[in-house]
């Protein structure tokens, strides 16, 4: 008694040529996922955006400060 061969079915996806959507949940309903995100983690958002924000705006104010200062 020996193995016999089992024959096996390939199977193939495909999208349709009238129906690619293929990132279409990732776009959907943007604005809502990225409240409830926001929502969720407040605290994080706070941490990592107030440096930023605090950063970005000194070195606006520095320049601005700068420029004034050359300028007479």
Known sequence: MGKQPVKMRAVVYALSPFQQKIMSGLWKDLPA???HKVSEN???????????VG??????????????????
């Open 33 to 35: 996922k990225i409240t």
């Open 42 to 52: 407040w605290i994080s958002a706070t941490l990592l955006l107030t440096p930023l």
């Open 55 to 72: 950063t970005y705006t000194y070195v606006q104010n520095f320049k601005e400060k700068e420029k004034l200062e050359h300028r007479y």
